[in-house]
């Protein structure tokens, strides 16, 4: 009797890591990519860094620097980052506490 629980256990176990979790995942990269805009930086899955300059249905152009795009199927996005051109709103104008003035 306890050879059918531990089987329906393993069962169990085996429908939640190769069916549940990887509808989890295909459902969160689906939100990144309708969530992607023109300006959007981003990485792709090969590791490569740039702007989204012109977005289609199934393709975008990527800027991965000054005049150089190259073109990439939407599945390509790995993660969108933030934006790193906007100044850091949290860092003090004065001087931090730890700093002594002599």
């Known amino acids: 009797m306890a ?5 329906g256990f393993v069962i169990v176990a085996c429908v939640m ?3 549940v979790l990887p509808r989890r995942r295909i459902r969160a990269v689906e939100a990144l990519q309708s969530q992607l805009r023109e300006g959007d930086e981003i990485m792709t899955t090969g590791g ?11 393709t975008f152009d990527l800027e991965i620097a000054p ?4 073109r ?3 599945g390509a996005v ?3 980052l933030g934006d ?5 709103s949290s860092a003090p104008d004065s001087p931090s506490a730890d700093e002594t003035s002599d």
């Open 3 to 7: 050879a059918y629980a531990y089987l």
């Open 17 to 19: 890591l190769f069916v």
């Open 48 to 58: 490569l860094f740039g702007r989204i300059s012109r977005l289609d249905q199934d």
């Open 67 to 70: 005049g150089t795009v190259v």
């Open 72 to 74: 990439f199927a939407r």
């Open 78 to 80: 790995g993660r969108r």
């Open 84 to 88: 790193s051109s906007a100044p850091d």
